[in-house]
């Protein structure tokens, strides 16, 4: 079946600008994760969606960041006024509800990325 | 906080070798532990876990043994092919069942030659 996707796959702008990226996690995974990871590092923690609502933000770096997930699917990260310094790869990840199989484990799954450059 | 220390790399080995990548962690809580794997041109993916002390995670060849007296989950396999060539990332999650967010070390980049 269809994986995590996210669009656009690149994007470039320039400082100050507002920026839009999305994700559609895989059908029926109820947990979505953002992620951002800066070259040459591992992927940091931004935000988490349980459904609707935000479980846990406390990895958005500011609050030029902001993220929605309204009717519990496709999740949209919002960048205000960007800087050269938020220039990374997204990514998303979705996971299934509640406890897994073997060892209880429900594994997050993760889609592409979108790489962003701000000039 | 919590966090993960792994091995620098880039790490260079022949085709057939033994591999080692050190993982060390530190968590406020009793952590699950995983490695995943970026192929080139990929995205993330889970290569193995354990979810509690002396557990072994296995998958493709490669193992990692959950030792929390040395705070430890080192991945290795015994001979590597040129397939294996990728970024490794040891990661934990506080949650039991993978409700909560991921750490991730730096990542190793591993590659192979035939």
């Known amino acids: 079946g269809a994986g995590v996707s996210q669009t656009p796959s690149n994007k470039v702008t320039e400082k100050g600008k507002y920026v839009e990226l999305r994700c559609d996690p895989i059908?029926?995974?109820?947990?979505l994760y953002w992620y951002r990871q800066s070259l040459g590092q591992g992927p940091e923690f931004l935000i988490y969606?349980?459904?609707?609502?935000?479980?846990?933000d406390s990895g958005l770096p500011n609050d030029r960041f902001f993220a929605v997930r309204p009717e519990g699917s496709v999740s949209t990260l919002k960048i205000q006024r960007t800087e050269r310094g938020d220039s990374a790869v997204y990514l998303c990840?979705?996971?299934?509800?509640?406890?897994?199989?073997?060892?209880?484990?429900?594994?997050?799954?993760f889609g592409p990325g979108t790489r962003l450059t701000v000039l | 906080g919590n966090s993960v220390t792994q091995m620098e790399g880039p790490v260079t080995l022949s085709e057939e070798a033994f591999l080692t990548i050190n993982c060390t962690y530190t968590a406020t809580g009793y952590p699950s532990l995983f490695w995943y794997v970026q192929y080139p041109g990929e995205g993330l993916q889970l290569l193995l876990k354990?979810?509690?002390?002396?557990d072994k995670g296995s998958n493709k060849g490669f193992e990692a043994t959950y030792r929390k007296e040395t705070t430890s989950f080192h991945l290795e396999k015994g001979s590597v092919q040129v397939s294996d060539s990728a970024v490794y990332f040891c990661?934990?999650?506080?949650?039991?069942?993978?409700?909560?967010?991921?750490?991730f070390g730096t990542g190793t980049r591993l590659t192979i030659i035939p």
């Open positions: 354990a979810t509690k002390a002396d």
């Open positions: 990840a979705s996971r299934s509800k509640g406890a897994g199989g073997s060892g209880g484990y429900n594994e997050q799954f």
């Open positions: 969606f349980q459904g609707t609502g935000a479980a846990d």
């Open positions: 059908s029926g995974h109820t947990a």
């Open positions: 990661a934990l999650s506080l949650g039991w069942f993978g409700n909560e967010k991921l750490t």
